[in-house]
């Protein structure tokens, strides 16, 4: 096994290539940093590449509640033969504001949040943060708020301690309760109203709220309002051949599947794409792998295409169908080698990540692909000559985690891990190399038409 660069490889063209590529990524971060956003974004470009929800060509798609959606393409083969699916999920780990967040104390306005998914709390703090989201009113009415994005809109940011006073208080306690998540308080105004004794702040925001948005307290109750990065994504290093933006576990996965299912024309099999949510917190809830979303879909392509499906026919066609799961994997950090077994972890820029398990503990919790698919796969990618490695999450029993890809398993077709190795994964400023991103889109286009 020989470990290089990848960019040895690469000729100039090749390399403008994947430049070029990374700026549309860049511009699907910037306006994807939800999920229910990265459904629109997605449904955007599907939509100019002939994509529709009526079923009347060969390509559609369809949505569930604003946040998942899976994306079909018809392939000359029978659908007997079964899919080929890669599966990627647009959530990822942020603040969401609580359902009754507003407060006033020492005389500043703040919003109460409760995080989302695996974050370390110490990286949310002293940076600055914007509001995504929607409050839907009883009647319906909806209130989409984007607010801090624009130069010219305010950000929000939860504060820290001072290093002068933090000593008892944080410094000499564990990293992971330096910060107590009751204290992911977001500083959101502090004028009082005028007139006013008692939450004078808070009133004032209220008006505020009000007036400009239409919003009441109580529209909270109903609302799903993230709190995000406020920054955009950016090339990192001095060659620009690194990005740096939040959301890429596992918006990575999301645009590069995106732009290799619009470009795929009359595969020999038929093509899922599956966007879905709730990965980040265990694939829980009707808009994640694990909703009967999936099969109401396939029920509504076959009733579409007027074909006669059985329930075993169904049932055949998706334990004949093969499968990528698509997520990003934890690149050999620089300066923390040692969580890494070195033989067998990915590195930024050698092309995407083959895993074949992933779990914790012995494998616990695992999709373990069998090694003829493995080699399956193997094939697929370098006939196209595809940069890619091998690589686990880390060392045995350093942690672990695990995908989707166990909840597709479970319908009999072969699945594997892969995508796209990520430094600072889950941090506010998550980073890629633009080499592997573009392996990833590759590789998804590479196995969509095998
Ligand atoms: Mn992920
Ligand atoms: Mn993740």
């Not at 940076?127 to 624009?150: C, S």
């Not at 892969?418 to 889109?441: A, N, Q, R, W």
Request: glycine share 8%; net charge negative; hydrophobic share 40%.
């Amino acid at each position: 096994m020989k470990h290089e660069s990848g960019w040895k490889k690469k000729s100039k063209t090749e390399i403008a290539d994947l430049f070029e590529f990374s700026e549309g990524y860049k511009k699907f971060l910037d306006e994807a940093k939800t999920e229910r956003e990265a459904v629109r974004a997605i449904q955007d470009i599907l939509s100019v590449s002939g994509f529709s929800q009526d079923w009347v060509a060969d390509k559609a798609y369809s949505i569930n509640r604003g946040k998942e959606i899976i994306v079909f393409v018809k392939g000359t083969q029978s659908l007997a033969d079964g899919f080929n699916i890669i599966v990627a999920h647009v959530d990822a780990p942020r603040l969401d504001l609580k359902q009754n967040p507003l407060y006033e104390d020492v005389g500043l306005g703040l919003l109460k949040t409760h995080y989302y998914g695996g974050i370390k709390k110490y990286q949310w703090v002293a940076t600055p943060l914007a509001l995504h989201g929607v409050l839907v009113k009883p009647d319906g009415r909806e209130i989409n708020l984007v607010i801090g994005e624009n130069e010219d809109e305010p950000v929000f940011s939860i504060d820290d301690l001072l290093p002068h006073l933090s000593r008892k208080t944080q410094d000499e306690k564990k990293l992971s309760e330096a910060i107590d998540g009751e204290k992911l308080t977001l500083l959101f105004g502090s004028i009082p109203l005028n007139g006013e004794d008692k939450d004078a702040v808070k009133k004032y925001i209220l008006n505020i709220l009000h007036e400009k948005y239409g919003i009441e307290e109580e529209d909270f109750v109903s609302a799903e309002i993230e709190v995000v990065p406020a920054f955009k994504a950016r090339d990192v290093g001095i060659d620009k051949s690194m990005i740096g933006a939040y959301g890429q576990d596992d918006r990575v996965s999301a645009y590069t599947l995106l732009k290799a299912i619009s470009e795929v024309l009359e595969p020999k099999r038929s093509c899922l794409a599956i966007f879905v949510d709730k990965e980040e917190i265990g694939s829980e809830g009707n808009t994640s792998m694990r909703s009967h979303f999936f099969r109401v879909f396939i029920d509504e392509m076959c009733e579409k295409l007027k074909l006669n499906c059985s329930e075993a026919l169904i049932r055949k066609m998706l334990f004949q169908s093969r499968a990528l799961s698509a997520d990003v994997n934890g690149a050999m950090n620089p300066t923390f080698q040692d969580v890494h077994e070195k033989q067998n972890a990915c590195y930024l820029g050698r092309g995407l990540c083959i895993t074949k398990f992933t779990g914790h503990g012995g494998k616990v919790g695992a999709n373990d692909a069998h090694a003829e698919y493995v080699a399956e796969i193997r094939r697929i990618f370098n006939n196209k000559g595809i940069l890619w490695q091998t690589g686990e999450l880390g060392k045995i029993d350093e942690g672990g985690g695990g995908t989707v890809a166990k909840f597709l398993a479970e319908y009999g077709m072969d699945i594997i891990d892969c995508g796209t190795p990520i430094l600072s994964m889950h941090s506010p400023f998550e980073i890629s190399s633009k080499l592997d991103v573009y392996e990833t889109y590759r590789a998804f286009k590479a196995f969509l038409r095998s």
